[in-house]
């Protein structure tokens, strides 16, 4: 149950920061959302994908390492979740 309720949080505080139509995502609360949903995978037995929300979470702590609580949109998410391997050293 605490699981579902953060994950409510996570959709709640990005619906409240839309910009432009596109949802405004704080960068921590998404790594967080991405571990919180590897722990419930683990607890599933799916190791697989539980590994990809891990590296996804990674990709995102890399990428944003200088300030994970600025927001960003929720595509430009997507795409650094999806950037296996591709993380400059210039990210922001």
Same mark, same amino acid.
């Given at each position: 149950?605490? #699981?579902?309720?953060?994950?409510?949080?996570?959709?709640?505080?990005?619906?409240?920061?839309?910009?432009?139509?596109?949802?405004?995502?704080?960068? &921590?609360?998404?790594?967080?959302?991405?571990?919180? !949903?590897?722990?419930?995978?683990?607890?599933?037995? !799916?190791?697989?994908?539980?590994?990809?929300?891990?590296? =996804?979470?990674?990709?995102?702590?890399?990428? =944003? &390492?200088? !300030?994970?609580?600025? #927001?960003?949109?929720? !595509?430009?998410?997507?795409?650094?979740?999806?950037?296996?391997?591709?993380?400059?050293?210039?990210?922001?």
């Amino acid at each position: 149950m605490a #699981y579902q309720s953060f994950i409510v949080q996570v959709v709640t505080a990005a619906r409240n920061n839309r910009k432009g139509g596109n949802m405004q995502v704080e960068v &921590r609360m998404a790594i967080m959302s991405h571990l919180s !949903d590897a722990q419930e995978l683990i607890q599933l037995g !799916d190791k697989q994908r539980a590994n990809e929300e891990i590296n =996804y979470a990674e990709r995102m702590m890399n990428h =944003y &390492r200088k !300030d994970i609580t600025q #927001y960003v949109e929720e !595509d430009e998410l997507t795409k650094v979740c999806l950037n296996r391997g591709n993380e400059s050293a210039a990210s922001i």
